[in-house]
């Protein structure tokens, strides 16, 4: 009996060895977690931060067609769609240059360049938009007259891309090494809005005036076709059966009006088409087109000036631009007139010009 309870007693206290050092090795268990933990909790915050900044990349293309699609449902948008494409694309430019920076394979550079490729056609598209349409002749004329908050708008887009493209020159001259840090705000670099808008009216005041020249050019050129007879009378209706015999014609003959309808004397007429020049019809069609430039010119000093800053000098850069037109188109007509134009015909003109200059008066210039 006093054997068993000792056996019992040894046995005891062997398991409550082992549970000691059960216990032990739990501790040290438990220590060497309570260690790891703020392993994890440091590696965690940047994790998110990372996680969060690829998952912006991945989203500027949506986010780019977002802005397009809200301009396209109100252009009054404008402002807002632009500021917020210029952040969209120095955000995808500035991350190209990131991943390039970190060595990463050129095919992957090519992968993700031609995935936020998007942005900068939308920006493109925007770009075209803007100076493909809103501040291009003659539709910037026009914006004026129906829709001038929009075209303050246009001007205001100009501006704050002056004073991105400004930040960007800051930068790069203080620091060559930080311009792409502000690349994020200025988008690719500066894209000088406002040089591009004045070229732009420039090379559309030639657009406008270019059918013009043409016309002016071919003066005393063939324009309509008209029909004669035999004796050189002008042939003013005619009227044929179904073999295409004339079954009755209408001739002016010694000023006056001559209806033929005898079929024997129809026989015996000819009908020839000669080219002529019409000098009535195209001083209409030319004069024409000239009033509604003269128009168009008072339009801009009534109209689109009032909507830019004065320092943009709009009517003076457009008056500049059409007079030169102007000055072309009546100088090779002149040239064309003087060759067979009637003293009808060239007083027409003179009564145009005299018209401008009137315009011009009152537009306080004179030349």
């Not at 990372?50 to 990349?57: G, K």
């Not at 190209?96 to 920076?101: D, E, S, T």
């Not at 020049?277 to 109209?303: H, N, P, R």
């Amino acid at each position: 009996m006093v054997q068993t309870q000792v056996e019992a007693a040894r046995m005891g206290m062997e398991l409550l060895e082992r549970s000691q050092r059960h216990i032990a090795k739990l501790q040290g268990a438990l220590d060497r977690i309570d260690n790891l933990n703020p392993t994890p909790a440091s590696i965690h915050t940047p994790r998110c931060q990372v996680l969060s900044e690829i998952e912006d990349i991945v989203d500027l293309p949506y986010r780019a067609d977002r802005c397009w699609e809200m301009m396209e449902a109100d252009e009054g948008a404008l402002v807002p769609a632009f500021e917020a494409l210029s952040l969209l694309t120095g955000t995808a430019r500035n991350a190209k240059l990131a991943w390039q920076r970190n060595n990463k394979s050129a095919a992957e550079v090519s992968e993700l360049s031609a995935y936020l490729g998007r942005v900068d056609e939308v920006m493109g598209r925007f770009e075209e938009r803007l100076f493909g349409g809103l501040l291009a002749l003659p539709g910037l004329v026009e914006l004026a007259k129906e829709r001038p908050t929009l075209l303050v708008d246009c001007c205001r887009v100009v501006e704050l891309q002056e004073l991105l493209d400004a930040e960007y020159a800051r930068v790069t001259m203080a620091a060559p090494a930080a311009s792409t840090s502000a690349s994020a705000a200025s988008g690719l670099g500066q894209r000088r809005y406002r040089s591009r808008f004045f070229a732009g009216l420039t090379r559309g005041s030639q657009e406008r005036f270019a059918p013009l020249l043409e016309m002016a050019r071919a003066c005393n050129e063939p324009n309509v076709t008209r029909k004669i007879d035999a004796e050189g009378d002008l042939v003013v209706s005619e009227a044929r059966d179904y073999l295409g015999a004339l079954t009755r014609l209408v001739r002016v003959r010694e000023g006056r009006e001559e209806e033929v309808v005898d079929p024997e004397e129809l026989r015996a007429i000819e009908v020839f088409e000669e080219e002529v020049f019409d000098e009535a019809a195209y001083l209409d069609e030319l004069l024409s087109y000239l009033y509604d430039m003269t128009d168009e010119l008072a339009a801009v000093y009534d109209y689109a000036a009032p909507c830019f800053p004065p320092s943009y000098d709009i009517f003076n850069r457009m008056f500049q631009a059409y007079h030169v037109q102007f000055a072309t188109v009546v100088d090779e007509l002149g040239h064309r007139a003087a060759e067979g134009l009637s003293t009808k015909g060239a007083l027409r003109v003179m009564d145009w010009v005299q018209k401008y200059m009137d315009t011009l008066r009152h537009l306080g210039r004179r030349i």
